[in-house]
């Protein structure tokens, strides 16, 4: 019987196996992924369809993608699904947050370690209580690559620590604004208490397809501001220049390509 799916393109992404690598870099616009795609080699397009803006190069002589994926947990699941099923096997998501604990500042880079499962896609995937953990050595590698930044012109501060997935951007910028406020309030709350570094809205979905399908999936995010600090009147940046995020993760993919040769 046809089905939709008997397609030679991936049904959304529109890649074939011959036109993506095995590192994949994930961000969320697809305005970012020429400038990405520019700090590799020989990088072209290779598709583009719906917010899913594709293009592949070289990095150290290794196959790299690049692919955006939209907002939200859905949508890079998708990616993320699609992708392997083209050869990839290791992906790091980049993006934008809003800064959590008190030690974040704008600006600052966050490596996730692992998210918080407040939105629905990791629910198709996960069962209740099993956590959306990043891969070891591509968080390890996404440390190394950022403490390298800190000492070079692109320098400020990173974290290693847990983030906070969720599927309504306004429900946390607007949670009074919700008739389920109390809810959203009371679950902000024990996550800052806990600890929490920043609130993005794709790791949790990127993480749990990577532990479903058995792909290595890690993320940096770079916090725009830091909205507890604002509470706090403590003084914080306003920055959405992701210049620093990008170059960890271009440098962690040749971290990891090193490692993997070896």
């Not at 305005?31 to 592949?56: F, M, S």
Request: charge should be negative.
């Amino acid at each position: 019987m046809a089905s939709i799916m008997d397609g030679e393109r991936q049904f959304h992404i529109r890649t074939i196996p011959d036109e993506v690598g095995r590192y994949v870099i994930m961000p969320g616009d697809p305005g970012r992924v020429p400038k990405i795609a520019a700090l590799l080699d020989d990088a072209k397009q290779v598709a583009q369809n719906r917010e899913y803006n594709v293009y592949t190069g070289y990095l150290n002589g290794e196959k790299v993608t690049v692919c955006s994926t939209g907002i939200g947990g859905p949508s890079a699941a998708i990616a993320v699904e699609e992708l392997v099923k083209c050869g990839a096997d290791t992906f790091i998501r980049i993006g934008t947050s809003g800064g959590m604990d008190l030690s974040v500042s704008g600006g600052d880079l966050v490596i996730a370690s692992a998210a918080v499962r407040g939105e629905g896609t990791s629910k198709e995937y996960l069962p209740e209580g099993y956590p959306a953990v990043a891969d070891f050595t591509v968080t390890t590698a996404l440390a190394k690559a950022a403490a390298e930044l800190s000492e070079d012109k692109l320098g400020k501060r990173y974290h290693v620590g847990v983030v906070h997935s969720k599927d309504s951007f306004y429900g946390e910028v607007e949670p009074d604004s919700m008739p389920v406020s109390g809810d959203i309030n009371y679950r902000w709350d024990a996550y800052l208490r806990c600890g929490c570094m920043t609130s993005e809205m794709e790791c949790a979905a990127v993480f749990s397809v990577g532990i479903t399908r058995h792909v290595r999936c890690g993320a940096v995010i770079t916090a725009i501001w830091n909205v507890e600090r604002s509470k706090a009147d403590l003084e914080d940046n306003v920055s959405d220049d992701t210049t620093r995020g990008i170059h960890c993760a271009v440098n962690a993919v040749k971290i990891l390509i090193e490692q993997d040769k070896k």
